[in-house]
């Protein structure tokens, strides 16, 4: 299956902007999707292609891709976005598989 | 609001099959497809496979020889079967919707809560 290479971990102040990469070949054809997974907790959808939020998913959550490249971008990082955040895409195989995951603590 | 729960042992001796159920409520098992993701404590995601509703399944290379995903529209629930389980197979298992408006996008919308399976002897 495809392999998608995440950062294992970045921080943001609170308030500013942060971006969490996903690089990987499936991506030049296949869009990426974004779940946040907090501790003891199911993931939860954030994004899904180019760039859609599900109903309740704030504002400030937003996706992007270039290349081989997704991106999940959080405009005005706030305290309750701290968690672990993977992105997810299939390959022309058919298969499917996910980021090793980011861990994204706010400052 | 669609809802999934994971429901079977939480023990597994080794050698043994894993057995889990996946019940869906609050909508139709119909025209979607259904996935089973895992994840070991303290690791990442894992893709398992899925099945549509009609039956037809996708499993992750690495577990083809041992996956089996089956779908029961009757009662609103898809299974998972995995064989010859080893202390590498213990991780929280998710079942979750699957969705693709797009042959190039898929996403995970709805999930379960996830439930704990340990192989232990």
């Known amino acids: 299956s495809s392999e998608l290479t995440q950062d294992p971990a970045v921080s943001v102040a609170l308030g500013q902007t942060v971006r969490i990469t996903c690089q990987g070949d499936?991506?030049?054809?296949?869009?990426a999707s974004w779940y946040q997974q907090k501790p003891g907790q199911a993931p939860l959808l954030v994004i899904y292609g180019k760039n859609n939020r599900p109903s309740g998913i704030p504002d400030r959550f937003s996706g992007s891709s270039s290349g081989n490249t997704a991106s999940l971008t959080i405009t005005g990082a706030q305290a309750e976005d701290e968690a672990d955040y993977y992105c997810h895409s299939r390959d022309s195989s058919g298969n499917h598989s996910f980021g090793g995951g980011t861990k994204l603590t706010v400052l | 609001q669609i809802q999934l729960q994971e429901s079977g042992p939480g023990l597994v001796k080794p050698s043994e099959t894993l057995s889990l159920t996946c019940t869906v409520s609050?909508?139709?098992?119909?025209?979607?497809?259904w996935s089973w993701i895992r994840q070991p404590p303290g690791k990442g995601l894992e893709w398992i496979g899925y099945i549509y509703y009609s039956g037809s399944t996708n499993y992750n290379p690495s577990l083809k020889s041992r996956v089996t995903i089956s779908v029961d529209t009757s009662k609103n629930q898809f299974s998972l079967k995995l064989s010859s389980v080893t202390a590498a197979d213990t991780a929280i298992y998710y079942c979750?919707?699957?969705?693709?408006?797009?042959?190039?996008?898929?996403?995970?919308?709805?999930w379960g809560q996830g439930t704990l399976v340990t192989v232990s002897s």
């Open positions: 979750a919707r699957t969705l693709h408006p797009i042959s190039s996008s898929w996403y995970y919308d709805f």
């Open positions: 499936s991506l030049r054809n296949y869009d």
């Open positions: 609050g909508g139709s098992i119909n025209n979607y497809y």
